[in-house]
């Protein structure tokens, strides 16, 4: 079994790291009030509504 010569430098190690958590991107879902994509178990950024009642106010843009 292959053994490494020497140990990783922090710095190797950190940007191994740091590309892991690129992988995993947020999925979108679809918003039941306004249909615009939103992410699942959050308030909707466009309609302020989340399971079906309205939680924050969201203004217009003219």
Same mark, same amino acid.
């Given at each position: 079994?292959?053994?490494?010569?020497?140990?990783?430098?922090?710095?190797?190690?950190?940007?191994?790291?740091?590309?892991?958590?690129?992988?995993?991107?947020?999925?979108?879902? &679809?918003?039941?009030?306004?249909?615009?994509?939103?992410?699942?178990?959050?308030?909707?950024?466009?309609?302020?509504?989340?399971?079906?009642?309205?939680? &924050?106010?969201?203004?217009?843009?003219?």
């Amino acid at each position: 079994m292959g053994v490494p010569k020497r140990k990783p430098s922090r710095s190797r190690q950190r940007m191994r790291r740091a590309y892991n958590s690129v992988l995993t991107l947020p999925q979108l879902g &679809i918003c039941s009030q306004c249909a615009a994509p939103a992410t699942p178990h959050r308030v909707c950024p466009a309609c302020g509504f989340y399971k079906g009642r309205q939680v &924050i106010a969201v203004e217009a843009f003219a």
